[in-house]
């Protein structure tokens, strides 16, 4: 991952006494592929960082701060790297943020001690996307074929190892468990080179739409007792429903369980940083919102409660309780 210098001082006002210096700190949004929605996530928000940088707030304060939002493998990823340093601020499944908070799971032995919670985005349901012609229509169906369950790194890999494990099964229930990424999956699907493969992804996607719309690729239903017991057990899963028509394929309400997409950063991120962030977002909610239809949705309220388990960052709070929405 690139590695941004800490600060980047442009000296301006280097001649004319009367204008203060201006200095530019760069921070990086760990995201996901370049066709799924945490890219969106990451970019929205340096979209809305650059207006306050630019514009300036009603108060006449202007901030110096600059972001980019690259794509990454994804949510583990993303979680890990923000522990690291490497990141400042990342996309990560609820999940996942679970796990790394509490050191359980794909995190035992390796808790993130210092990851926070900025907000909440949009619903995540956990999809599996069935190749037109597979014969594959519910879990049961998926035994000996080949399956992507993801690259390292992504929420998907990991929410389908809990998903195999749930089904007392293991990736040699499958005939191959390939690893392509999110943005490579769609193609091999389309190809003929996998008959199926999991994404935990929000709605609608490009991604999924290259396959479901592009080459008749269904979602199947997953609500057997494996899925039951995992929602019923975990407080980071709920049932999901991906409503028919939201592409061409899906004929018919599905049913499967998902997680929140939950923006994240660490404690030893600078409160100020985290505050012009958040202000940037909230201030230009409604610019925000109209990226994405994913975010369409979004509120304040549930964004400061849905998917959230690690402690919140000291600079979202201050701006939270200015709004006294805390
Ligand atoms: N949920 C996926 C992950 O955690 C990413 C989905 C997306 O890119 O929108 O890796």
Redesign the pocket.
Known sequence: MTKFAPMLVLSAGLCVGAVPALSAEFFAIG???PT????QVGNAVCQMVHKEAAEGRSSGAKHGYRCSAPST???TYNITNIGAGELQFGV??SD?QYHAVNGTSKFEGNKIENLRAVFSVHP?PFQILAGKGSGISSWDDLAGKRVNIGNEG???RGTFEVLLDANDVDKGYFSAATEFT?SEQSSALCNGDIDAYG????IP?SGVAQAADGCGATIINLNNDAVQKLVAGNPFYAFATIPKGTYSTIAEDVTTFGVM?TFVTSADVSDDMVYQVVRSVFENFDAFRSLHPAFANLTPEEMLTRGISAPFHPGAVKYYKEQGWM
């Open positions: 995201t996901g592929g799924g929605v945490y890219f493998a994804g949510s990560a499944q996942w995540e992504s929420g998907q999110s994404y935990t992804v929000g996607n997409a």
